[in-house]
């Protein structure tokens, strides 16, 4: 593939993990490591910080300082990069850890934290109820069809589920503003009432609204906490990736919402901003370059952030401008260009059904193949298709001589020879191949796409359906 430019979305995202007063002391006495340095890490998003570094002190590891720990999920790391154990750092921040080395995750102990007493009784009565399904699983397999042992022995998991439930939703409603509740209502799921139609066939259009609706009921976006556990972005890709439609207006819906319900300049608003902002700049997923170019639009053209490059915001700004004339749905713009006659032709005055624009090389491999592939499915189709096709390079002879050689009866161009501008700037042509697919009205229906699947999009075109 023959490179030409990228814009590559980078983030400067600075998390801090030290609050104000009154200060954390957290001593760790580990039986069996060797070593003299141990990590303190914390979750932040998808993302593993290193929030402090101890060196041994008689035996003991200290993490200590004047300001408050940010409260959240945290871990010790060894220098081999290994996590060793997980542990809750709430509002109680001066406590001792006693642990073994070779009985992990088991045997850890803790003096002057109630947080991480509750959160480890809850590991152990969650690893009993574990050992108890898997040993339930283990009969339902060796049973044969409609014993009469199944439903009980479904019954029983059920209610052990239930348990472990009310177990969290205990504490939950025992100790609302710990941290520990933080982490059991991010992992809570909407419990979906039964949804009936007339007919008395299940509602599963009104069970799955339900659930999409109440999926965030029990996180609080306007409480950075939530960020700093090992759920809060698994639950987020899950809601984008499985939850709500794969349409880029729904997706922006769906990301304004969210950050209206964070708090200016907070560590979620930022975290989300960056997150869609980079998630979507980079898709490959036809369409949704619209959502970065809505991300950009509305929440980095006028304001600026201290996590973010001033320089790197610009060039966010200046890449959505070329973008935003060559979305889905727009008209292609304006392609003026010198054929193999070095005669001026236009891209407007072309007249058919479907316009196919092709970017492409003679030097570029995965360009051959693509001219193959489209040209064969040009000569064997009966719709009313023009090629328009743009040279991308500087061998003219070799160009010229391509075309000839492999019969390429198309609109050919040269797009180093332009009334139009820059063609890498007004259709964002980094690499070539690139392929857009125009209707009768020049609309942009498809773009960057391989030339074998041009007849589908064309067919969903012809049924009136689009991305």
Not at 190 to 214: K, M, T
Not at 283 to 288: D, F
Not at 297 to 306: A, I, L, P, R
Not at 377 to 387: L, N
Request: aromatic share 14%.
């Amino acid at each position: 593939m023959k490179k030409v430019s990228i814009f590559l979305l980078s983030s400067l995202l600075y998390i801090s993990l030290l609050a104000q007063e009154p200060g954390h002391e957290i001593s760790v006495k580990f039986e069996g490591y060797q070593d003299s340095i141990v990590y303190l890490g914390c979750y932040f998003g998808d993302k593993l910080s290193i929030a402090d570094t101890s060196k041994t002190h008689k035996g003991e590891f200290i993490f200590e300082g004047p300001g408050s720990l940010k409260e959240g999920v945290y871990f010790l790391v060894s220098i081999y990069k290994q996590k060793l154990f997980e542990f809750l750092i709430g509002d109680d921040q001066y406590f001792k850890i006693e642990a073994d080395l070779h009985g992990l995750p088991d045997g850890v102990q803790f003096k002057g934290s109630d947080e991480n007493d509750r959160f480890y009784s809850y590991l152990d009565y969650n690893k009993e109820n574990y050992d108890r399904i898997k040993q339930i699983q283990a009969k339902l397999k060796s049973l044969p069809p409609g014993n009469d042992s199944i439903a009980l022995l479904t019954a029983e998991t059920d209610r052990i589920n239930q348990e472990s439930i009310d177990y969290k939703l205990k504490i939950i409603e025992t100790y609302p503003h710990s941290i520990s509740s933080v982490l059991f209502n991010i992992m809570r799921e909407p419990e979906v009432p039964d949804f009936f139609l007339d007919n008395g066939r299940q509602d599963s259009i009104s069970a799955y609204l339900y659930y999409r609706n109440h999926y965030w009921e029990y996180v609080d976006f306007a409480d950075d906490r939530f960020l700093r556990t090992p759920v809060f972005h698994r639950k987020l890709e899950r809601y984008m990736r499985d939850v709500i439609p794969r349409h880029p207006d729904s997706i922006i819906n769906e990301i304004d919402v969210m950050i209206e319900k964070t708090l200016d300049n907070s560590e979620m608003r930022n975290y989300l901003l960056w997150y869609f902002t980079n998630t979507y700049e980079t898709s490959k997923v036809m369409g949704y370059d619209k959502i970065f170019v809505h991300m950009v639009d509305h929440y980095f053209t006028q304001q600026s952030y201290d996590w973010l490059h001033p320089t790197v915001q610009q060039n966010m700004i200046i890449r959505v401008n070329q973008l935003r004339n060559v979305l889905l749905g727009a008209y292609a713009p304006a392609l003026v260009m010198a054929d193999t006659g070095n005669q001026f032709i236009s891209l407007r005055e072309l007249s058919a059904e479907y316009i196919i624009i092709l970017f492409w090389s003679s030097t570029c491999g995965e360009c051959k193949q693509e001219v193959k592939t489209l040209n064969e499915f040009y000569k064997d189709t009966d719709i009313d298709i023009k090629i328009f096709a743009v040279n991308t390079d500087t061998t003219f002879s070799k160009w010229k001589d391509y075309i000839s050689k492999y019969q390429l009866d198309w609109v050919h161009v040269n797009g180093n020879v332009s009334l139009t501008g820059d063609y890498h700037n007004i259709y964002d042509i980094y690499s070539t191949p690139v392929i857009y697919v125009l209707d009768s009205q020049k609309a942009i229906i498809a773009k960057r796409l391989t030339a074998e699947k041009i007849p589908a999009i064309i067919e969903r075109h012809q049924k009136g359906k689009t991305y």
